[in-house]
């Protein structure tokens, strides 16, 4: 998976600034970064529910040039292989647990509703959900509803998964159980893309990390460099401080 030379502009304003990365399969990249860097029109660009003006996406076959215009054939392509998790969890409110997580492999992969239910309850049991089919979403605790989230995006066996801060609406005991279903995606060597404002979770599960500021990429590479205290770039070390509390005296 792989962006090149991308740009967004939003009215006025200059989003991403020839952003250029590479997503290793079978690894964790890991985007940090101040709010409003530019961070979730990535992830989202990614997904195809953001599309930049200008630059190319690779990616399993598929060639996407941003300045042309795409079809409703390519964007479904994409978003097949690919998985979406949200801060917010985006559960329909009025369908089951089980029905949250069949849905798409129903409607999209055309997958028998028996085959479907038995992949959704294998995930589920895989989230540590297994007694919660019968359930709807509003009976729920934040952490529950997003590891429900998580499944129904593996329900979809995504290439890639793609999770924009999905523990930041939670108290520390429910991100807990979330951090721990992700950590096991990452032993699995699930492919994944994950925005996080959790540094230690970072620092835990990256194989890579991309520090993105202002619409541009600071930093790229591995998490022992970008965590050191010999750091040379004094904006990271900063960021890191803030974001641990360490500069809180």
Not at 48 to 63: A, I, K, M, R, W
Not at 116 to 130: C, F, Q
Not at 227 to 239: E, H, M, Q, T, V
């Amino acid at each position: 998976m792989k962006l090149t030379q991308i740009d967004k502009v939003y009215g006025k304003k200059h989003v991403l600034k020839n952003v250029t990365l590479e997503f290793p399969a079978g690894k964790i990249t890991v985007m940090v970064g101040p709010s409003g860097s530019g961070k979730s029109t990535i992830l989202r660009s990614l997904n195809l529910l953001v599309t930049p003006e200008s630059g190319q996406y690779d990616f399993n076959g598929h060639q996407i040039d941003f300045s042309q215009k795409l079809s409703s054939k390519e964007k479904l392509a994409i978003r097949r292989e690919t998985g979406m998790v949200f801060q917010d969890y985006n559960l329909f409110p009025h369908k089951t647990v089980l029905n949250n997580v069949i849905e798409g492999p129903t409607q999209v992969l055309k997958m028998g509703r028996k085959q479907a239910s038995e992949l959704a309850r294998e995930l589920l049991a895989k989230v540590g959900m297994a007694d919660y089919g019968d359930v709807y979403p509003n009976e729920l605790s934040g952490g529950q509803a997003q590891r429900v989230a998580i499944a129904r995006a593996l329900a979809m066996k995504p290439q890639y998964l793609l999770l924009d801060e999905p523990t930041s609406a939670l108290d520390p005991e429910l991100e807990l159980s979330v951090l721990k279903v992700l950590l096991q995606l990452a032993h699995e060597k699930q492919s994944m893309v994950l925005i996080t404002h959790n540094m230690a979770f970072a620092k835990q599960i990256a194989d890579k990390i991309v520090f993105i500021e202002e619409g541009q990429v600071i930093y790229d590479g591995g998490p022992e460099e970008f965590f050191s205290a010999d750091n040379p770039n004094g904006r990271i070390k900063n960021f890191i401080a803030s974001m641990t509390m360490e500069n809180l005296r």
